[in-house]
């Protein structure tokens, strides 16, 4: 599965963005996706994930900021992220996998298992 992540910028602390990640030639109604980031210097890190069936999850630093969502019609799904940290720096990625197995399902609502990667936008947030 083809991943395409945007949505990235500069923003001030305090501020908004929201990501996008499409999947070109693929239905993502059947995808379970979420967002990693990995800052300079890190490890990376997982964010936010939504299951096939529409189960979100929210990591701690990310929680009450970042809303995870699809739109099956658009065949897209969004990171939206308020309150933005100078910490929440990093570049983004999309990822999916592919089974719909409640195993594989419930291994990356707890950020493992994905096997399809997108490219990655950069999310600069300053001071």
């Known amino acids: 599965v083809q991943l395409q992540a945007s949505g990235g910028g500069l923003v001030q602390a305090g501020g908004s963005l929201r990501l996008s990640c499409a999947a070109p030639g693929h239905t993502i109604s059947s995808l379970t996706m979420g967002w990693f980031r990995r800052a300079p210097g890190k490890e990376r890190e997982f964010v936010a994930a939504?299951?096939?069936?529409?189960?979100?999850y929210v990591s701690d630093p990310a929680k009450g900021r970042f809303t995870i969502s699809r739109d099956n019609a658009e065949n897209t799904m969004y990171l939206q992220m308020n309150s933005l940290r100078p910490e929440d720096t990093a570049l983004y990625y999309c990822t999916a996998i592919t089974s719909t197995g409640s195993l594989a399902t419930a291994q990356a609502m707890n950020g493992r298992g994905y096997d399809n990667w997108g490219q990655g936008t950069q999310v600069t947030v300053s001071s």
């Open positions: 939504i299951s096939w069936h529409g189960r979100t």
